[in-house]
C-alpha cells in the first residue's frame, strides 16, 4: 500500500514539545502472500488527530533493552537481557513506567521515531506496579513531553479490574486519579467511548464478527 504524505510540518500535542510530521520514511515490510484489500474506505488525516488513532500498545521493539519480571519473554533465556540477534519481545507499553527514567526516555523516543501519535497508559496496571497518582502522573506529563496524545486506560488491573459494577464502586476509586490527571493537564476533555467496534462488520467469516 502507497500513501502520499504532506510536506513535513510541526506540532505540539496537549502541551508537550513540538516535533515533525510526518516522520521519516521506514522500509516497507514484505507482506506474507494472499488477497489484501489495498484501498482505505477512508482518508486518514493529514496530521496528528486526537480522535485517529496512531500508536502500538505492544508492537515496539528497543535492541539492548532488558525485560523485567512478568514481561513477555522474561523467561526465556537469551531474551532476559536481550542477546538473541536483536530479536527481542516487543515492550506492551504499560510496563514502561516500571523503567529507569533514561529508559522509559529511550522506549518512548522508540515509539516517536515510529511516527506514533498516541501512548497508552493504564492506571489499574499502574495501581499493580506500585505507582502512586503522583507517580503515574508525572510518567503521563513525560509521555506528553515526547509529543503523544496520552491514552488513559481507566478499567483494567488492580482494583479496575472488577466487572459489572455501577458508579457507586467506581466514582471513589476513579476520581481522585482524574482530578489528578486534569490538575496537572496530564488528560484532556473526558468522553465515553463505547466497547464496541467503530467500523461495520459485514463480511462473514470476519473472526472480529465472532463474540
Known sequence: MNLTFPAARTYRIGGGSAFAWPPAPRPTLPLPPGNYDKVLPFTPPAGP????????FCGVRVPGMRLLPGMAGYTVEGWK???????????????VPRYTDDERQAILQAHADRGYTHFQLS????????LSIADYVSFANLVQSFGFFADHWFLGGGDFNARDMGADYWRPLCQPWIDALLAEGAIGRLRYVRGSFSFPLTREGDVRLTP
Not at 81 to 95: A, V, Y
Not at 123 to 130: D, F, L, P, S, T
Open 81 to 95: 537481557d536481550n542477546k538473541i540477534g536483536g530479536k527481542n519481545p516487543p515492550f506492551m507499553s504499560i510496563d
Open 49 to 56: 488527530d486526537k480522535l485517529f488513532y496512531r500508536g502500538n
Open 123 to 130: 492506571i489499574g496496571h499502574a495501581i499493580e506496579q506500585g
